[in-house]
């Protein structure tokens, strides 16, 4: 169910610039403009049509977004990505004016959202990165989490917008602060889709039920969300992209990069990264990050289920 419009509400509905309509982007587009704010967008496809029908005005360029709006939205797949749709040609920064705000919702560089934030911050503008967590589902809810990084009352400034698209929602610290929280978040998922695949394969491959072996599971001090949903979905064999393999590829090679920046050694982040990458080399990259367990059904010369 659609909030109220801001209009019911007695708040000011605002002007909201968005740029990346994909699988997730989509979704919190629509949590915007269907709670009364004017919506204008740019993605590199056609624009979906449910923006269309909510109302969404389809931008040339991210330039006429960001000259429209007075808050714009990113949400595209990497750090080369928002480079280009913040500075490169009819990029957002032209379009800026003093008192503005960037919310970049991508999953990027720490290191780059900094020299990001400095120069949108250089053009009188204001920066926060706010990664997500939560996939397909959690867009399509408005119950994402969203870990924010820059300061705290441009954070405020916007938090009623973000509270439109999530539920946990933490300012962390500074400009890429919600960034590295965010790498944080999927050196975690992608230790236990691997923990969660491991257990699985040597379960199946021993005669057990799989099935069972995950009911049982679910009930003790190994319960976890991915064991819940990820788990399901490696006995059903439904891997259907809720969020693709190499999307958690470019996150874990971030986590890596990072670490080797810091002097930071991350081996079980390294492995995960290690078997994300033989499933890609096998045609598998589109796939969801479930389907990590395919890399070991592969070593093991067994599937851990039919489906």
């Known amino acids: 169910m659609s909030p109220a419009p801001y ?6 509905p605002m002007k909201i610039g968005f740029i990346g309509l994909g699988i997730m982007g989509t979704p919190m587009a629509l949590h915007l403009v269907n709670a009364g704010h004017a919506l204008y967008v740019h993605t590199r496809s056609q624009v979906p049509e449910a923006i269309q029908a909510a109302g969404g005005v389809r931008c040339e360029n991210a330039a ?9 939205f990113t949400m595209v797949p990497d750090t080369p990505d928002v480079e280009a749709v913040l500075f490169g040609e009819n990029g957002v920064a032209q379009g800026l004016s003093k008192g503005k705000v960037v919310v970049d919702m991508s999953s990027i560089s720490p290191m780059a959202t900094k020299a990001f934030a400095k120069k949108i911050n250089a053009l009188g503008a204001d920066y926060i990165d706010a990664p997500v967590s939560g996939g397909e589902v959690g867009a399509k809810a408005g119950s994402l989490t969203i870990m924010c990084g820059g300061d705290a009352a441009v954070f405020e400034r916007v938090r009623p917008l973000l509270e439109l698209m999530g539920k946990n929602i933490t300012l962390v610290g500074g400009n890429g602060d919600g960034q590295t929280t965010k790498v944080a978040n999927q050196i ?9 695949s491991e257990a699985l394969v040597f379960a199946s491959k021993a005669g057990a039920d799989p099935a069972k072996v995950r009911q049982a599971l679910m009930g003790g001090f ?27 590829q470019k996150d874990l090679n ?12 991350l081996p079980q982040t390294a492995n995960a990264a290690q078997l994300m990458g033989a499933c890609a080399a096998n045609g598998m990259a589109e796939l969801d990050h479930s389907a990590l367990v395919k890399a ?11 489906g």
Request: no cysteine; charged share 25%; aromatic share 2%.
């Open 7 to 12: 209009s019911e509400q007695g708040i000011t």
């Open 64 to 72: 006429a977004v960001a000259r429209e709006a007075e808050v714009v």
């Open 188 to 196: 975690i998922v992608a230790l236990n889709i691997a923990a969660v």
């Open 222 to 248: 190994a319960a976890s969300r991915i064991l819940e949903v990820h788990g399901e979905r490696m006995i059903k064999r439904t891997f259907n992209p809720g969020f693709r393999i190499k999307l958690h």
């Open 254 to 265: 971030l986590a890596l990069q990072g670490a080797k920046e810091i002097g930071v050694s």
């Open 296 to 306: 070991l059904e592969l070593m093991a010369n067994h599937e851990v289920a039919k």
